[in-house]
């Protein structure tokens, strides 16, 4: 059984959402990649960014606030990490975000002369920062993907924000060029301090996000919001995602997505023998 996700072949439909795995490095030392179709490492910036200050994780009923704010050691320390990319038995693909559109547009430019990273996802949606979050308008998703979409030539993913009518913005990242989606980012939230929410409680708004705009996008979906489960994952397929990222699950079971996959099998096969 293989997935495809614009020419990009996984072994199963999970990925690890950019952020829970950092750069992978600490994590690959440890654990495997067993259960994982693709990986996909923290976002990187063009230059090292610092983050936000402390406090930057509040776990709440049901989720977990983060506000780490795009920490990172920017792109210079990321393409060291070349040979460990190389030795995964699975694709991995970049996320980026960037200060202005000038850094983007050479992210961009180095990331296309890399012959191990299978594509980008264009994070456009973070929550707890200030200079990186280009969704605010549909223009403003128009404008970044197409002038990235002129400097790379592999597939490009665009990360967006769940806002409450998605398909404008949806609509503006596929017209700049945008070669798949992945619903959602995190979701703007407050407790003792301000950032993304991640985890089960946002499940059932995505899900309804998804049922709104089945049927109306003809790109590869990836799904990302509150798996923690194989019948999470399932609920997503069934809704037209094309694969689906596990993200804060980590923090809780390192081996998740070998569990889930394994779950997954199962109840794929059953849904096939019911059909």
Partial sequence: MSWNLCGIELRTPLVSASGPLGWGKEFFEIFSTRGLGLFIPKTVTFKPKIGNPPPRIEETTGGLINSIGLENEGIDEWLKLKHLYESLDI????????????????????INTLSYIVGIELNLS?????GENW????????????ALRRVYKKPIFVKLAPKDNPLPYIKSAIDGGADGLTLFNTFPAFKNISGGLSGPAIKPIYLR????????????????????????VLDYLNLGANAVQIGTAFFKDPDI???IWEELETLLDTSRCSL
């Fill in 209 to 232: 996000l998804f049922k709104e705009i089945k049927n109306k996008v003809d790109i590869p979906i990836m799904a990302s919001g509150g798996v923690f489960s194989a019948s999470d």
């Fill in 91 to 110: 694709p991995v693909m970049a996320s980026i975000a960037g200060s202005t559109l000038d850094e983007l547009i050479k992210l961009g430019e180095i």
């Fill in 257 to 259: 997505a070998e569990r």
């Fill in 135 to 146: 969704a605010n308008s549909p223009n403003d998703i128009f404008e970044v993907t197409n």
């Fill in 126 to 130: 973070c929550p707890n920062v200030k």
